[in-house]
Nanobody, 129 residues
Framework: QVQLVESGGGLVQAGGSLRLSCAASGRTLSSYAMAWFRQAPGKEREIVAVVSRSGINTYYANSVKGRFTISRDNAKNTVSLQMNSLKLEDTAVYYC??????????????????????WGQGTQVTVSS
């Protein structure tokens, strides 16, 4: 089992940048495909970005493509989300999640929250005008 803790959220002006980090303990992150989800008030949780267990494949939601970058550092047991050119609509609680299906290809990733077994507590990102 792995425990995930997010950090790096905060208040930023539109057009600014933030870097979210997800630190893991209990097991090495190299065992998991990793994703960032977000949930805005009154909305459903949505996928933001995913990186496969191997790190070879990534996926970005259309709304963040070209602005956000997901990366993993297995040596440091962390996954990060660099967020640039932030918009008001990026305001949400951001969650780090781990997919424990290591029997799947290391290049595989899922975009469904149902496939993620472990979740952090979330970190608030607020973008102001």
């Amino acid at each position: 089992q792995v425990q995930l803790v997010e950090s790096g959220g905060g208040l930023v002006q539109a057009g600014g940048s933030l870097r979210l980090s997800c630190a893991a303990s209990g097991r090495t992150l190299s065992s998991y495909a990793m994703a960032w989800f977000r949930q805005a008030p009154g909305k459903e949780r949505e996928i933001v970005a995913v990186v496969s267990r191997s790190g070879i494949n990534t996926y970005y939601a259309n709304s963040v493509k070209g602005r956000f970058t997901i990366s993993r550092d297995n040596a440091k047991n962390t996954v990060s989300l660099q967020m640039n050119s932030l918009k008001l609509e990026d305001t949400a609680v951001y969650y780090c999640a781990a997919d424990d299906r290591s029997y799947l290809s290391s290049a595989y990733y899922s975009r469904s929250s149902n496939d993620y077994d472990y979740w952090g507590q979330g970190t608030q990102v607020t973008v102001s005008s």
